[in-house]
Each structure stands twice: as C-alpha cells, then as structure tokens.
C-alpha cells in the first residue's frame, strides 16, 4: 500500500524505481516520455521521493536487526564451540569423532599480545600518511583565510517540504 494514490504512469515510474534490475536510464526515459506540467511532474516526483526515502529508512532499521541477530548467532556459536573445548580438554580428550562430525583442539599459530605500546620501540610501528582534516580547512576557508590548494565552494541541491 502506497503514502500517495499514484496515476497509474507515476506507479509505473516508482515500480521501476523500486526494481534493482531497471537500469537508471530506463528509469530516465520513462520520466522523459511522461507529459504533464512541471507543477504536476514535480508533485508526483515529490510523492516518490518520500515514499522512497521512507523504504530506505525501513530497510535500514531491517539490516541493523539482522545485523544484530547474525551477531547473536555468532555468539551462540562461540559459546558452544568454547564450551565443547573446555569439556574435551577437561577430560583430556583431544580428537573426538561424534558421529557426523569430527572435533579436535590443536595449538594456534603464535600471535603477539601487547602488555604497553608505549614502550615497544618506534620500528615495529608502520609510518601512516598524515590525513587531511576537512572540518578545520572549512572552518578556516569560512572566516576567510586563504589556503593554498583549497578553495570554499557552494554546491547546490533541490531540497522539499
């Protein structure tokens, strides 16, 4: 069910702009071939835009909870996997065959763990590219300050209500 009663050449338009295999020109020049005023075309993209912005907000919050179920599956799995591991070594055992899966616990490879970073010497450090900090360039490109290299510039966007 859709926020706004669409005619039936605006439905056509939003399925395709819904539809991940129509291409963005598709889509293009099905607006092009459209002929209404530019009041009503605006009106209408205006209903599309916000049922779409209002499909990505849904889909967003929906990948944020499937996120989080994957982690807690990820978790569970550790749990069981840490909890077989102690058992097996508790009993001293370390290859099990349990029917249609195989368990054994091996040593890992070595890995370092830091105690203090700071007074590990500075060549087991890796050199990083210094990053350049946009928000302080704006802020002194806004107050008038020239830089060299760097320029304040104004874009523009349509913007609705």
């Known amino acids: 069910m859709s926020l706004y009663k669409l005619t039936e050449d605006w439905q056509k338009v939003y399925s395709m702009l819904s539809d991940e295999e129509v291409s963005d020109q598709a889509v293009f020049d099905t607006l092009e071939s459209i002929k209404y ?3 009503e075309k605006a009106e209408n993209y205006g209903k599309m835009m916000v049922m779409l912005q209002g499909e990505a907000k849904a889909a967003r919050v929906e990948a944020e909870r499937l996120l989080g179920y994957a982690r807690r599956l990820e978790g569970r799995e550790t749990t069981l ?6 058992t097996m070594e ?3 055992v370390r290859n099990l065959d349990a ?3 195989r ?3 091996q040593n890992n490879p070595p890995s370092v763990h830091v105690l203090n970073e700071s007074v590990i010497p500075e060549e087991y450090f890796v050199p990083q590219e210094p ?3 946009k928000k302080a360039l704006l802020e002194v490109l806004k107050s008038g300050q020239m830089v060299a290299g ?3 510039v104004r874009g523009k ?5």
């Not at 996997?81 to 102690?86: H, R, V, Y």
């Not at 966007?157 to 209500?161: C, D, F, I, Q």
Request: aromatic share 10%.
């Open 103 to 105: 368990f054994w616990v």
């Open 37 to 39: 005023d530019i009041e």
């Open 90 to 92: 508790t009993m001293g």
């Open 157 to 161: 966007s349509l913007r609705m209500r």
């Open 99 to 101: 029917g249609t899966y």
């Open 81 to 86: 996997k840490t909890s077989l591991q102690n």
């Open 131 to 133: 990053k350049l900090d």
């Open 150 to 152: 760097a320029e304040l």
